[in-house]
């Protein structure tokens, strides 16, 4: 069983930058591809980033794409999101999620989450 544990989410003025990480446990953490989604108040639940296991390829949602870059330390077991340019829009909660499968992240139905971080920009 995959622990996923985030951290790094907080309070930041529009244009600014924040970098999220989510450190792993309880599993072979180069064996899975990792990935980011967000939940926006009032919102469905969204894909943002995702990374193959290898760290060889990502994928981003067209709404961060530029601005958000996804990427994976396995010798640390960690998976980090640093967002730049930072938009009001992009309040949510982030959830740090985990899948052999790349496409469970793409499509928002990973086998592993964290419990989330807030992040808030303000206008």
């Known amino acids: 069983q995959v622990q996923l544990v985030e951290s790094g989410g907080g309070l930041v003025q529009a244009g600014g930058s924040l970098r999220l990480s989510c450190a792993a446990s309880?599993?072979?953490?180069?064996?899975?591809?990792m990935g980011w989604l967000r939940r926006a108040p009032g919102k469905e639940r969204e894909f943002v980033a995702a990374i193959s296991a290898s760290g060889g390829s990502t994928f981003y949602a067209d709404s961060v794409k530029g601005r958000f870059t996804i990427s994976r330390d396995n010798a640390k077991n960690t998976v980090y999101l640093q967002m730049n340019s930072l938009k009001p829009e992009d309040t949510a909660v982030y959830y740090c999620a985990g899948d052999l499968y790349i496409i469970g992240l793409r499509v928002g139905r990973p086998t592993y989450w964290g419990q989330g971080t807030q992040v808030t920009v303000s206008s």
């Open positions: 309880g599993g072979t953490f180069s064996r899975y591809a």
